[in-house]
């Protein structure tokens, strides 16, 4: 094994740190919070996804039903994704708490 190799295995830097660590942390998680959460997200969106097959067929059912949901869900998301950001600058050494 090479030096690289085994420096980047103890620092955590392996594929499987990549896929189910890193990410999780980024926005305070851990795997299995991240998984409820994702999971809770992706139920929802099945949900939703009827509910604009069935406006489709129906227009007067589900009228403002995924739109609404859509947005409330975009808000909650955006906060989400903007601590990860914030958690990658902070790791890469670019955090300014001053800006």
């Known amino acids: 094994m090479s030096q690289t190799t ?3 295995a103890r620092s955590g830097f392996t594929p499987f ?3 189910f660590r890193d990410h999780p942390r980024e926005v305070g998680e851990t795997y299995f919070e ?3 959460a994702s999971a809770a997200f ?3 969106l099945l949900r939703l996804a009827g509910a604009a097959f069935a406006h489709a ?3 007067g059912v589900h009228k403002t039903t995924v739109s609404t949901a859509i ?3 975009a808000g909650e998301m955006g906060g989400r994704a903007e601590e990860a950001r914030e958690t990658r600058m902070r790791d890469a050494g670019v955090w300014d708490v001053g800006l």
């Open 34 to 36: 991240h998984m409820a």
């Open 57 to 59: 067929v129906v227009p």
């Open 6 to 8: 085994i420096d980047r």
């Open 17 to 19: 740190a990549r896929l």
């Open 71 to 73: 947005r409330g869900m």
């Open 42 to 44: 992706g139920f929802k």
